[in-house]
């Protein structure tokens, strides 16, 4: 019989995420006001460049 020893476990960086959200929608935010439909345009090519950077960056050397 095996027992999830994760179920027991607390999330401790929850605050942490919802910071990092917050601030995301605020840059989002931001932009749009200062460029407006480019803003959203140029915030959607620079979240897809970082994800792509953190897909290399977690799958070097593997």
Not at 6 to 30: K, T
Not at 32 to 56: D, E, N
Request: charged share 0%; glycine share 14%; proline share 2%.
């Amino acid at each position: 019989m095996t027992t999830d020893s994760h179920a027991a476990v607390p999330n401790q960086h929850a605050g942490f995420m919802y910071l990092v959200a917050v601030l995301v929608i605020a840059l989002l935010a931001g932009s749009i006001v200062f460029a407006g439909l480019g803003g959203l345009i140029l915030f959607g090519v620079g979240a897809t460049w970082l994800i792509l950077a953190l897909l290399v960056i977690m799958t070097a050397g593997g």
